[in-house]
């Protein structure tokens, strides 16, 4: 598992409606990029910034260091990720998406641990490499597949919004990060725009 003290600052940067570890990194690698109102944030805008980020949430190792050529591949494969978790919400992944997932995982063989009883595991242990932390990922994520975890993980339905959030509802039927803001913001267009027409 992931140590408690990354656990605490993916957290306090997700926000709310975490996903279950170690799930929870590959959500908070989604959010490095979002959107308040319109307004875009970028956490991984150039090589030392995602270095920071990688160190601060426990997934890279102090010691790394990231070049321009691995913050590009960090960066397509949160954009491939994010469009997976969006088809969760939306039910179709593209075949672009696909393909080029096929390609991050050919090239990004996942890093496994095994315990004294002979148990395989994912290494989840701070990566020495920004692709050490991608292999992570997608092992991560077939892991969440595997285990059904996966489908509840989702981006918000507002386009001023579009978090990734971690849908707990019973029949897997949630849509917006937050009720109370992005979807009462989007019923009250839509209300808005009915009493408009009529």
């Given at each position: 598992m992931i140590d408690a003290m990354e656990v605490a600052e993916l957290q306090r940067l997700i926000e709310y409606k975490f996903?279950?570890?170690?799930?929870?990194?590959?959500?908070?690698?989604?959010?490095?990029?979002?959107f308040d109102d319109g307004e875009e944030e970028e956490l991984l805008g150039d090589p030392e910034a995602s270095r920071g980020w990688l160190v601060r949430t426990g997934l890279g190792e102090p010691?790394?260091?990231?070049?321009?050529?691995?913050?590009?591949?960090?960066v397509d494969v949160r954009a491939v990720l994010r469009s997976l978790i969006e088809a969760n919400l939306?039910?179709?992944?593209?075949?672009?998406?696909?393909?080029?997932?096929?390609?991050?995982?050919?090239?990004?063989?996942?890093?496994?641990?095994?315990d004294d009883s002979g148990r395989l595991a994912l290494d989840l242990e701070p990566a020495s490499s920004v692709d050490g932390v991608i292999s992570r990922?997608?092992?991560?994520?077939?892991?969440?597949?595997?285990?059904?975890?996966?489908?509840?993980?989702?981006?918000?339905?507002?386009?001023?919004?579009?978090?990734?959030?971690?849908?707990?509802?019973?029949?897997?039927?949630?849509?917006?990060?937050?009720?109370?803001?992005?979807g009462n913001k989007i019923k009250n267009r839509a209300y808005r725009k009915r009493r408009a027409g009529a």
């Open positions: 996903a279950p570890e170690p799930l929870l990194a590959v959500q908070g690698l989604a959010n490095t990029y979002s010691r790394i260091a990231v070049t321009p050529a691995e913050h590009r591949r960090l939306e039910g179709e992944v593209a075949d672009t998406d696909v393909k080029a997932l096929a390609r991050f995982a050919a090239d990004h063989p996942v890093a496994l641990v095994v990922m997608i092992g991560i994520t077939q892991q969440a597949q595997r285990g059904g975890e996966w489908q509840r993980l989702k981006i918000c339905a507002s386009d001023e919004c579009r978090w990734a959030f971690y849908d707990t509802s019973r029949n897997r039927g949630g849509t917006w990060c937050q009720m109370e803001v992005c």
